[in-house]
């Protein structure tokens, strides 16, 4: 970093103008070394570098929980090719770091700035496809946390999306939004509502977001009571499925179960009596027209 300085001072204009050979000198290192930077000012080094540095600050941001082994990952992924040590050094020269992070090392901020709530604590809609909540919640198992993101429509309360993973990721929540808008067929003008987690305000989030035409709306940091609605199914799932066993023995073994959960129990047994005592897909069946494609029962 310091050849340009020593150009500088070597130019012809410099106010106090210093030989090459005196500040190379000074500065500690050799003039050869000077002017072979002079004649190839950004190596190829330098441009590959460059080029993972904009692949890391992507992947960071998609997932702001990875920290550079993951990043080194999913740059071995992408077909780059460089050591895990050269992404730490990478990662923190532009101080790349995870969101969960060791205590006294800096964190990167989980997103921008958070959007406005435009539920309001109303988990009432008079039609499908007008509010959807999302959340995720994790669960032990013999192999690991288990994740799992859901996509809630207000209307009947039915689970439109979900989305189970090892890893509590960007793409969790872009997965589960991805199934929702599949079943749906796209709806446009839906707000979608959820907590501020990293998750939720990753760019590939927000992306999908504005590709499909949805509102985003968010509740207030560590309030449960703005997410209610989402958060009292978390609790149904909790009671249903989690606390009728001790422990699940693999993350495959409590996926099936929770599928089955959602599908089969509730879905299709479990009457409301804020739906009239009807299940949400017997209450879907007959308050919508049978010609809208998005309300077929599966």
């Known amino acids: 970093m310091m ?43 330098d441009w590959d570098d460059a080029h993972l540095i904009n692949a890391a600050v992507d992947i960071h941001r998609d997932d702001p929980e990875s920290g550079y082994r993951f990043i080194a990952d999913e740059l071995a992924a992408q077909g780059f090719v460089a050591s895990e040590n050269r992404v730490h050094r990478l990662c923190s020269l532009q101080q790349i770091y995870s969101s969960i992070s060791r205590r006294g090392r800096k964190s990167a901020r989980s997103g921008p700035p958070a959007h406005d709530d435009l539920v309001q604590r109303e988990f009432i809609a008079a039609a499908p496809n007008t509010i959807w909540l999302t959340d995720i919640t994790e669960h032990p198992t013999g192999e690991g946390e288990l994740y799992i993101c859901l996509v809630k429509d207000c209307f009947a309360g039915r689970i439109v999306g979900y989305s189970i ?82 422990t699940w023995a693999t993350r495959a073994e409590l996926r099936h179960a929770v599928i089955s959960c959602i599908e089969g129990t509730y879905h299709r047994r479990r009457r409301q009596r804020r739906l009239g005592k009807l299940t949400p897909i017997e209450f879907e069946t007959i308050h919508t027209a049978p010609t809208d494609p998005s309300m077929t029962v599966n």
């Open 3 to 45: 050849y340009p300085l020593v150009r500088d001072l070597a130019a012809a204009g410099a106010p106090v103008r210093v030989p090459v050979a005196v500040a190379c000198r000074v500065l500690k290192f050799s003039s050869q070394a000077y002017y072979k930077w002079l004649n190839d000012p950004v190596s190829q080094r």
């Open 165 to 246: 993973g090892p890893r509590m990721t960007g793409d969790l929540a872009v997965n589960a939004l991805n199934m929702a808008v599949t079943h749906r067929d796209s709806p446009p003008g839906v707000i979608v509502h959820s907590d501020r987690g990293a998750q939720h305000r990753s760019k590939a989030f927000r992306d999908r977001l504005t590709k499909i035409g949805a509102s985003w709306s968010m509740g207030q940091v560590r309030t449960c009571a703005d997410n209610a609605a989402m958060e009292s199914f978390n609790a149904l799932l909790q009671k249903n499925v989690l606390d009728r066993r001790r």
